[in-house]
């Protein structure tokens, strides 16, 4: 078991939850090993994860007690934070983030790493690195600029302000902000949505957006046609169709 996360498993919904509470979830070394050895072995049930924050927090970034100038910032990265955040963009199954309160620092790109993000109206996001006289790591400036352009990526990472969940929504960085009283709710029937769904085409949807922005249209379009091949050989797709035409809900088995 874990000392750092919470991890649960029902209705083929997993839920990692962030558990340092009295530090806002911030980040040190077992904590990041915690979170990807949860991804890295998730048994065949699960479906779809869940990330959240316990307590007020979603997370608070790195911790900063255990920073300090010994601290080999360029070792950590590659070391512990790029396998946490690989375990979660290639994580087998997809991935909703439901930030529940703040989310700073690399504890807002762990969050935006996700594949969909979730917010509850009073969470925020902030790119708190300048403060400490940082840059935005955890993948922050490839993903933030693609989701909201330069400027926006700029202003939050050179200003380090908390931007709302409805601002943040808005900008197109996360999926939606829901009320804090119906947060909870909306993300767990998010969540049976995905893991009772087609997961095979929820990853080739995933796989092909990652490679958009680095593709041309003609080398997209190929990677679209090899993908829809392998989702037209899967037994979901047969069962859509046999659904549709049945005029009956599918029930998908991601296979
Ligand atoms: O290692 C590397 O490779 C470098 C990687 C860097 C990646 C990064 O993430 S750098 C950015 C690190 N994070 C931050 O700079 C954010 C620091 N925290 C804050 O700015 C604020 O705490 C929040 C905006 C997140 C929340 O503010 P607020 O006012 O709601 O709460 P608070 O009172 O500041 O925090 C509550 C407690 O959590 C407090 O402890 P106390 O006083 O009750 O004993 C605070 O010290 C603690 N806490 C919050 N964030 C961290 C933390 N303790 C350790 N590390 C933290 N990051």
Redesign the pocket.
């Known amino acids: 078991s874990f000392q750092t996360i919470l991890f649960a498993v029902d209705d083929g919904v997993a839920t990692l939850t962030l558990n340092r509470p ?3 979830n ?2 040190n070394s077992l904590m990041r090993a915690e979170i990807t050895q949860a991804l890295t072995t998730l048994d065949a049930s699960v479906r779809a994860v869940v990330m959240t924050g316990a307590g ?2 979603f997370c ?8 300090g100038a010994a ?7 590659r070391d ?2 790029e396998p946490m955040l690989a375990a979660v963009t290639r994580c087998p199954v997809p991935v909703i983030a439901a930030v529940n ?2 989310a ?6 762990l969050a935006l790493a996700a594949d969909v993000v979730i917010a509850a109206e009073g969470a ?1 996001f ?1 790119q ?2 300048t ?2 006289g ?1 840059i ?3 993948g922050g400036t490839w993903i933030v600029p693609r989701a909201v352009g330069t400027a926006r990526a700029m202003g939050m990472m050179l200003f380090a302000e ?1 931007v709302s969940a409805a601002q943040a929504a808005d900008w197109g960085l996360i999926w939606q902000a829901l009320p804090d009283d119906t947060f909870a709710a909306g993300v767990a029937a998010r969540a049976q949505t995905l893991a009772k769904g087609p997961t095979g085409a929820f990853l080739a949807i995933r796989e092909a957006l990652a490679a958009s922005s680095g593709n041309d249209l003609t080398a997209q379009l190929a990677l679209e046609a090899r993908l829809q091949g392998q989702a037209g050989r899967s037994a979901d797709f047969a069962e859509g169709v046999a659904a549709f035409l049945q005029k009956r809900p599918a029930v998908f088995t991601g296979r």
């Open positions: 009295a530090v806002m911030a980040l007020r927090a608070s970034g790195q911790d900063l007690t255990d920073a601290l080999d910032l360029e070792r950590t990265l512990e934070y309160g703040v700073a620092g690399a504890g807002a790109n925020s902030i708190a690195f403060r400490i940082l935005p790591d955890a908390p």
